[in-house]
């Protein structure tokens, strides 16, 4: 087993914000683990029980025990606070930014390795905790025995953490943006994603996630992958129609509108009556009153062809005018 | 019918019981990536196509399942038809236009 040094453990924790959370989690861990056991094996010596301590000679190199154990507890308790932050942020982040992807599945995982984490971290806490932060100095064979218990418990729940947290970092590093995959690209699927109907957003989600990974994966470049990304928005608007109205025509939605302007004599004649008007004065303007006359035919020839579209798309409407005719005869 | 929807319906005809994916349609329709989704999703709709998340453990495969789509039987004949139809009038419309030209 190899063994680490705590400032080279403080050099992973400083890398972690610069690194990806994948390959952190499996660093972190492994390092917690091989410095948990390393204190395990420091706590079970047997110069670390002042009791064994004959001359001046004992006594230092107990005391010199008892530091590095202490050391690599604390070590191994700053890696998991560390574990522990990066992974409560990726798993905020991670369900903020991609609700519906099976990411959520990854993330439900991640909390119940996050639980074991405090649990981790509260057993070394424990084990720290009998070093007195290092100024403790007399340890009798059950203190030893004590110490060598905690951090005994704490090598076992790092390694049932390795072993099942090395699904979750293999499937964290598969949805992960991944090395030639664009970063805009990436954004730019989000927004899309964002403006396709709730319901469909998860199978979207995957499904472009999906062709862009594919993509990255076949070498295309970046700015290839951004025009990927750029082709999916230009079409967000015809798919989010075609999601919406699933079952319909294509024009439905234009017919829709139609419909609803013609079940009203305001709407109809509202929006094509200062067209008309417009018509006849342009044709008025341009070739006299004569010509304006003979305009009146295709005024009457709009309002048949109003009244024929109404009665094809069986479109519903109240006659105000008349049916308040009808009820003064009456 | 507009001609990307007439592509990707010959596309997916040339072997209407093969699942194809989307990258994998846009490459035999000759479309660029990312402009067949509307297509599909109204041809889903009209009951003429059927889609799957592919049963594979992404761990194991090393990449993303991918979503593999297929025409129905019925959606194959309809399309069949359509094109057919299409391809006629297209003929029509060109035939009409030489006999114009040697007027």
Same mark, same amino acid.
């Given at each position: ?29 492994? =390092? ?12 079970? =010596? ?18 010199? !025990? ?29 369900? !903020? ?70 699904? =979750? ?141 109404? !009665? ?5 409407? !109240? ?12 | ?103």
């Amino acid at each position: 087993m190899m063994e680490m040094d705590p400032s080279a453990a403080n050099a992973v924790i400083g890398k972690a914000s610069t690194d990806s959370l994948a390959r952190i989690i499996a660093v972190a861990l492994m =390092d917690a683990l091989n410095i948990i056991q390393f204190a395990r094996r420091h706590s079970g =010596d047997d110069g670390l029980c002042s009791e064994n301590c004959v001359s001046q000679c004992d006594v230092g190199l107990y005391r010199w !025990k008892v530091l590095d154990a202490h050391r690599y507890t604390a070590a191994a308790l700053a890696i998991t606070r560390q574990l522990t932050e990066n992974l409560a942020s990726e798993i905020a982040d991670r369900s !903020k930014r991609i609700p519906s992807l099976s990411v959520l599945s990854v993330a439900s995982s991640l909390v119940g390795s996050l639980e074991t984490i405090n649990r981790l971290t509260y057993g070394l806490n424990s084990a720290d905790s009998m070093f007195g932060g290092g100024n403790r100095r007399i340890y009798g064979t059950k203190d030893a025995l004590e110490l060598h218990e905690r951090l005994e418990a704490a090598t076992q729940i790092a390694c049932t953490l390795a072993a099942s947290m090395d699904a =979750d970092v293999a499937e964290i590093g598969g949805l992960r943006r991944q090395g030639n995959t664009s970063y805009t690209a990436e954004w730019l699927i989000l927004k899309i994603i964002q403006q396709v109907p709730p319901r469909h957003r998860a199978r979207y989600a995957e499904e472009f996630w999906t062709e862009l990974r594919e993509l990255a994966m076949a070498n295309t470049s970046r700015p290839f992958q951004i025009l990927y990304a750029v082709q999916q928005l230009s079409q967000v608007r015809q798919l989010r129609a075609a999601l919406q109205a699933l079952d319909q025509s294509r024009f439905y939605r234009l017919r829709r509108m139609a419909c609803w302007i013609l079940a009203s004599d305001w709407r109809t004649w509202g929006f094509l009556g200062p067209l008309m008007a417009f018509a006849i004065v342009n044709v008025h303007l341009r070739q006299g009153w004569g010509s304006a006359f003979f305009t009146i035919p295709g005024v009457v020839a709009f309002y048949a062809g109003v009244e024929w579209l109404r !009665k094809r798309w069986v479109v519903e409407f !109240k006659r105000r005018g008349r049916s308040r005719e009808r009820s003064s005869s009456e | 019918m507009t001609i990307p929807t007439q592509l990707v319906l010959r596309a997916l005809l040339e072997d209407p019981t093969r699942e194809m994916y989307g990258l994998e349609i846009c490459r035999a329709a000759g479309l660029a990536p990312g402009t067949i989704h509307p297509i599909l999703a109204r041809f889903e709709g009209i009951g003429w196509l059927e889609s799957r998340f592919e049963d594979v453990e992404p761990r194991e495969a090393g990449r993303p399942r991918r979503r593999y789509y297929r025409l129905t039987p019925h959606g194959a004949e309809n399309a069949r038809n359509t094109l057919l139809r299409t391809s006629a009038r297209w003929m029509t419309l060109v035939a009409r236009s030489r006999m114009a030209d040697g007027a």
